[in-house]
């Protein structure tokens, strides 16, 4: 499916650009905020209050979740150290994304900045659509910044734009390629769409 890896996607983790920081500083990860805490452990691990019955795309739909998640993951190792290097990009967002992330890290990297803090995510499938050529699904996330942290490798603290909001919708298009491999092939974050 190397074709489907190089279609244009404008927009393509245009979050790095949404956040807007000085000097071209871009790239939000889960960093911290990618693993799940204590509560969402115990949450998870908690019996069902309702007698609904369960919803057959669950196993799907965690394993989309995964997938963004881990490429959240990877993105803040790289975001770290101004580097894709040591990073497993490559395994969870198509070349497109891949070459927005190098043009971010070749900015980053001559600027001296880094990201030290992280993003919060509560991220859902709202769609998923299983009968498609490729199986899609569209991953709705709040993003929270509240704890984001940029700073030059001097470690100058760079402040996000003051009209950056601190939570916004993004929405990230997943597709099931080989090998039950889920991709993130196209995000959108919307500044205007407070969560």
Same mark, same amino acid.
């Given at each position: ?17 949404? !956040? ?52 959240? !993951? ?50 859902? !499938? ?12 569209? !991953? ?56």
């Amino acid at each position: 499916m190397t074709a489907r890896q190089t279609r244009p996607r404008p927009g393509v983790m245009a979050l790095c650009t949404a !956040v807007g920081l000085s000097l071209a500083l871009t790239g939000c990860g889960g960093g911290d905020d990618a693993k799940p805490s204590a509560a969402t452990t115990a949450a998870s691990s908690a019996p069902a209050a309702s007698a609904s019955p369960a919803d057959p795309d669950a196993a799907t739909k965690a394993a989309v979740l995964a997938s963004y998640t881990s490429m959240w !993951v990877e993105q803040m190792k790289a975001y770290r150290v101004a580097s894709p290097d040591g990073t497993k990009l490559d395994d969870f967002a198509t070349l497109d994304a891949l070459s927005a992330f190098e043009r971010d890290l070749a900015t980053m990297k001559k600027n001296n900045t880094r990201v030290t803090g992280g993003v919060g995510h509560d991220a859902e !499938v709202a769609e998923l659509d299983m009968a498609a050529k490729i199986p899609t699904a569209t !991953v709705e996330d709040c993003i929270d910044l509240s704890k984001w942290k940029a700073e030059r490798t001097t470690g100058e603290p760079i402040p996000l734009p003051t009209a950056q909001p601190l939570r916004y919708i993004a929405t990230a298009t997943v597709e099931r390629w080989d090998n039950n491999r889920w991709m993130v092939t196209e995000y959108k974050p919307d500044g205007n769409q407070t969560c």
